[in-house]
């Protein structure tokens, strides 16, 4: 059949604001999580990871949570600028058996951040 | 260190031929992963190499095939295109296989008529 395309999630905010994306994985034994943001016309850059042994990490302006129980993610971002808007990404692996490299994203949240 | 390259950026051809796209990874990084960017399937992993090998594989059509070299880089080849490739395709480096952190080049988007 005709593919009807992802409609993405889409987050507005205003400059200054902290945003909250948010991101369902699928696979239990996934043990290493990344966000990612992509800008249009590049490729993903990385942004924050978090290991499984984790439930909290922070880098610069970012926050990344992870709900093991409920196979959750979120990325925090404080102090939101237009610089942020993006298509942000999460993705899930198994550092472990076969999966090596094989990255599995979600389908991704537009961020558009107003001046 | 230089990021991860790909060329050509832009490539456009017709149904039924073949194309090669090529990915130079970041210097040292020794697994290269491929992966398909549409709007309507979203990011779809094709296959990884590590020490030239292939390690895993997507979903995907045998149509769709790689290698890597001695140096690392990595090609991959799609034969008898159909319009339904169109895509960005995405290269990523990472040191090792499993578990590290993987950077994306900017990718070839490659438009099939």
């Known amino acids: 059949g005709e593919s009807v395309g992802l409609h993405l999630p889409t987050l507005s905010v205003q400059e200054g604001d902290n945003s909250i994306i948010n991101c369902a994985y699928s696979?239990?034994?996934?043990?290493?999580f990344i966000w990612y943001k992509q800008e249009s016309g590049k490729g993903p850059q990385f942004i924050i990871d978090?290991?499984?042994?984790?439930d909290k990490r922070q880098g610069q302006r970012v926050t990344v949570l992870l709900n093991k129980t409920v196979k959750h993610l979120s990325l925090q971002i404080a102090a939101t600028q237009p610089g942020d808007s993006a298509v942000y990404f999460c993705?899930?692996?198994?550092?472990?058996?076969?999966?090596?490299?094989?990255?599995?994203f979600g389908q991704g949240t537009i961020l558009t951040v107003h001046p | 260190k230089a990021g991860v390259t790909q060329t050509p950026r832009y490539l456009i051809k017709t149904r039924g031929q073949q194309v090669t796209l090529s990915c130079s990874p970041i210097?040292?990084?020794?697994?290269v992963s491929w992966y398909q960017q549409t709007p309507g399937q979203g990011l779809q992993f094709l296959f990884e190499?590590?020490?030239?090998?292939?390690?895993n594989k997507g979903n995907f059509p045998g149509r769709f095939s790689g290698r890597q070299f001695s140096n690392s880089r990595s090609e991959m080849n799609v034969s008898t295109l159909e319009l339904g490739d169109s895509a960005l395709y995405l290269c990523?480096?990472?040191?090792?296989?499993?578990?590290?952190?993987?950077?994306f080049g900017p990718g070839t988007r490659l438009t099939v008529l």
């Open positions: 978090i290991r499984s042994n984790m």
């Open positions: 210097s040292g990084h020794r697994s």
């Open positions: 990523a480096s990472s040191p090792n296989s499993g578990g590290d952190t993987q950077y």
């Open positions: 190499y590590f020490s030239e090998t292939q390690r």
């Open positions: 696979n239990s034994a996934s043990d290493y």
């Open positions: 993705a899930e692996t198994y550092a472990g058996g076969t999966s090596y490299g094989k990255l599995t």
